[in-house]
Each structure stands twice: as structure tokens, then as C-alpha cells.
């Protein structure tokens, strides 16, 4: 079966970068954009950004811009997500899930499935 | 406007029908895709595309689409429905995806 599993919690200082891990399985690796989506203790889903795996194009939430890199490792199925200059509202359980799509006679639906299990990053003096 | 909005709140009594819905532009050109949210878990998929449901949601799930809207019904919700809602959908940027603000919903 497909699954997503992420990289194990992180605890960093304010100024830090993390890196998160997304490792696939069960599909292949190439056939399926990856988003990544954080939420922050409390609070809704926030989109963060997209990959193609295949050719490695991203697109990136105007709010991260600049602080947000996504990449992806062919030869392990794995994809990251890295954040800089980590500030404490950065505090959030961080999310990849894999991107579908289908056409129905003109209007397109995408979905998220499945999501891996979540990594809680925390940022804290 | 990339925006999504949905109700912050909404109530059920058990064995009723529920809507909840999610407004905004983007709509217009694409079906959102909704996903139900239980305290420490992670996000999982109950409605996607033209009313599609992932085999393993039950069918008292059901979804729909109008003009600027779209809409989760759950008819004859049951105590395990209690959860948080969140509606999907890319933006008219076209390379932006953008989450609702999210509906909790309970079960009375």
C-alpha cells in the first residue's frame, strides 16, 4: 500500500534550519507531485509548497517564500522540506501528502492522499 | 481572491444531516476536496473531485458543488463524525493551493 513516512520530531533554536524528510512507498515515486502543509498548535492547515518529483519544479506559499526549499532524492523515493531562519511561530506539525488529480469535463479536482504521520518541529530559545 | 472560507463552528444532533461549506473564487474552476481532522492525527481525505469518496469513508458522506461553493453533507452523523473539516483547492494563481480555515463540527 502507499505510504508517507517522515522523519522523527526536531527541536531548534531560533535562527536554525530544519530539514524534513518524507520517504515514499508502495507507488511510484515519479508519477506524483508531493505537497507539504504545516499546522500550527491549534490552528488550521496551511499550504506550504509542491513539488514534481519527476523534473523537480516547486511552487511556494508567498508567506515562505524565500525561507522554504523542497527537493526530492529519486534514488530513495524521498522527498524534503527545508525551513530557515526558524522563528518561534514556525512551531507547527508539518505534513507531505501526495497529489492527485482527475479531470471532469472541464473542471479539475485535486486531492491529498494519503499524508504521512506528521513531524512536530518546535523552535524555542 | 485565493481565500476559502468556511463556518469555524457547526453543530449536529446525532442521526441528523449536517452541511458545511466552503466558499471562495477558486471554486468556480475547480472541486474541492475535503478531509476530516481528529485530535492528534493527522488529516485524512473523505471527498474528492465530483463527489468521490475514498473506499474506506462510509457513504453518509457526500459532496457537492455550486457556482462558488462547495459543500459536505453528512447524512445521519454518528459520534465518530465529531471532528475538524477542512475543504482544498488550488487557487487561481494556478500553482498555489490554498486550505479552508476549517469547520468543527459536533455531534450532539
Known amino acids: 500500500q502507499v505510504q508517507l513516512v517522515q522523519s522523527g520530531p526536531e527541536v531548534k533554536k531560533p535562527g536554525a534550519s530544519v530539514k524534513v524528510a518524507c520517504k515514499t512507498s508502495?507507488?511510484?515515486?515519479?508519477?506524483?507531485?508531493m505537497h507539504w502543509v504545516r499546522q500550527a498548535p491549534g490552528q488550521g492547515l496551511d499550504w506550504m509548497g509542491i513539488?514534481?518529483?519527476?523534473?523537480?519544479?516547486?511552487s511556494y506559499t508567498q508567506k515562505l517564500q524565500g525561507r522554504v526549499t523542497i527537493t526530492r532524492d529519486t534514488s530513495t523515493s524521498t522527498v524534503y522540506m527545508e525551513l530557515t531562519s526558524l522563528r518561534p511561530d514556525d512551531t507547527a506539525v508539518y505534513y507531505c501528502?501526495?497529489?492527485?488529480?482527475?479531470?471532469?469535463?472541464?473542471?479539475?479536482?485535486?486531492?491529498?492522499?494519503?499524508w504521512g504521520q506528521g513531524t512536530l518541529v518546535t523552535v524555542s530559545s | 481572491s485565493s481565500e476559502l472560507t468556511q463556518d469555524p463552528a457547526v453543530s449536529v444532533a446525532l442521526g441528523q444531516t449536517v452541511r458545511i461549506t466552503c466558499q471562495g473564487d477558486?471554486?468556480?474552476?475547480?472541486?474541492a476536496s475535503w478531509y476530516q481532522q481528529k485530535p492528534g492525527q493527522a488529516p485524512i481525505l473523505v471527498i474528492y473531485?465530483?463527489?468521490n469518496r475514498p473506499s474506506e469513508i462510509p457513504d453518509r458522506f457526500s459532496g457537492s458543488s455550486s457556482g462558488n461553493t462547495a459543500s459536505l453533507t453528512i447524512t445521519g452523523a454518528q459520534a465518530e463524525d465529531e471532528a475538524d473539516y477542512y475543504c482544498?483547492?488550488?487557487?487561481?494563481?494556478?500553482?498555489?493551493?490554498?486550505f479552508g480555515g476549517g469547520t468543527k463540527l459536533t455531534v450532539l
Open positions: 501528502a501526495r497529489d492527485l488529480s482527475s479531470d471532469y469535463g472541464g473542471t479539475t479536482g485535486w486531492w491529498f492522499d494519503p
Open positions: 508502495g507507488y511510484t515515486f515519479t508519477s506524483h507531485y
Open positions: 513539488i514534481n518529483p519527476s523534473g523537480g519544479w516547486t
Open positions: 482544498n483547492c488550488r487557487d487561481t494563481s494556478g500553482s498555489h493551493w490554498v
Open positions: 477558486s471554486l468556480r474552476r475547480c472541486y
Open positions: 473531485g465530483k463527489n
